[in-house]
Each structure stands twice: as C-alpha cells, then as structure tokens.
C-alpha cells in the first residue's frame, strides 16, 4: 500500500489564548479543491481511505478530498501538529533563515514555545504505522501538518535529526509501506496538481 501524507493547505495566521485553529484561507480553499480534483482523477491511484489530524486546517483540507472521493474521513488525535494547544499559528513564518528555523525545531522550540521532539516523533509514527494495516495497491491519504510529514519521513529513512524539509501547502509526500514493515520514500514534496 501507499501511504499519501498531504500538508494541509494553507490557513489563516491566528492567535488564541486557548489554543490556535485558524481556518483556511480562500487561497487554501482553492489549494485544497485542486487536491480533491487529483486524488479523483486517479493522480495518484486508488485511494481506499482517507484519515486527518483533527485539527481545523487539516480536516477543512481532508473535507474537501472526502467529497471528491466518496470516502468517510476518520480523525486521529496523534495527527495533531507539535503545536497544538499554542497560542499562535504562524510562528515558523517569522523566521528569515530556514536554517535557523529547522535548528530550532530539532532542539524542541519554536519562536518561545517548547516541545519534546522524540516524544512527537514517536506519537506521530504510532499513528501511521497503525495505517498500515492493508496488503493492497490502494493508498491511504493522510491530510496532516509540516511537523508530522517531517516526523514520520525522517523515521523512514532513518535520520538523525526529525525537521529537515518545509512541506508545502497540500504537497503529497508517497511512502511504499510494504508487510513485515519494509518502508520506501518514494516521493517528496509533490505539487504538481496545484499548476
């Protein structure tokens, strides 16, 4: 099976005490729709299932994939992104050198806040790795955040450090999930369907 992990389009920045949410933005809106279009057209073969963090800018995204392929859309919490229950949304955006950005996140910060990067990265591959159930050429989509495609591709290849690449908004990551736990990369970073 493959295993189709797809940044949530792009949201609105948003800040709240009790934790940010923010919704998409028309933009993202329009980035989502032209995922849902290549996921039904077959872009990236058959798809069986479809499951999201649940946050709001990844099931407003999923939403979208979960009309255009008649499938139910299944939530699971240990999805959720390394920043959730933060006051803020936006943060990664303030930093001028990516560099910086992705050394601060392997050292567990972002901005003033903290996390534990080895706790978040185990949460994240028992969530997928829980999806690899089936013995099918079918995929599973993941619609999820920047933090989680990073966590689990950098499980799968073995790396050292768990932040390395900026998905981009709705890019499709492919991961060959094969039985007796055999996982390739098989592509990055994906946009084409939003040309």
């Known amino acids: 099976m493959e295993l189709l992990l797809v940044r949530h389009a792009r949201p609105f920045r948003s800040s709240d005490p009790a934790g940010a949410d923010p919704d998409l933005m028309p ?6 729709r032209r995922l849902a279009k290549a996921l039904a057209d077959g872009r990236y073969g058959p798809v069986s299932r479809l ?4 946050m709001r800018r990844a099931t407003q995204t999923a939403g979208f994939a979960r009309e255009s392929l008649s499938l139910e859309l299944a939530l699971d919490p240990r999805l959720v992104e390394l920043s959730h229950g933060w006051p803020a949304y936006g943060i990664a955006e303030a930093y001028t050198d990516r560099r910086l950005l992705l050394d601060h996140m392997n050292a567990g910060r972002l901005g003033d ?3 534990d990067v080895d706790r978040f990265r185990a949460r994240v591959v028992d969530g997928i790795e829980a999806l690899t159930d089936r013995d099918d050429d079918s995929a599973t989509v993941i619609v999820c955040h920047g933090g989680v495609v990073n966590a689990y591709l950098s499980h799968v290849i073995g790396a050292p450090k768990t932040f390395f690449v900026d998905p981009f908004y709705t890019s499709v ?3 060959l999930a094969l039985p007796g736990g055999y996982r390739e990369v098989l592509s990055l970073n994906e946009i084409d369907h939003l040309r």
Do not use: K, L
């Not at 933009?27 to 989502?32: R, T």
């Not at 499951?51 to 649940?54: A, F, G, I, R």
């Open 27 to 32: 933009e993202g809106q329009e980035q989502a």
């Open 51 to 54: 499951v999201s963090s649940p």
């Open 113 to 115: 806040n903290t996390f």
């Open 173 to 175: 990551s492919r991961v």
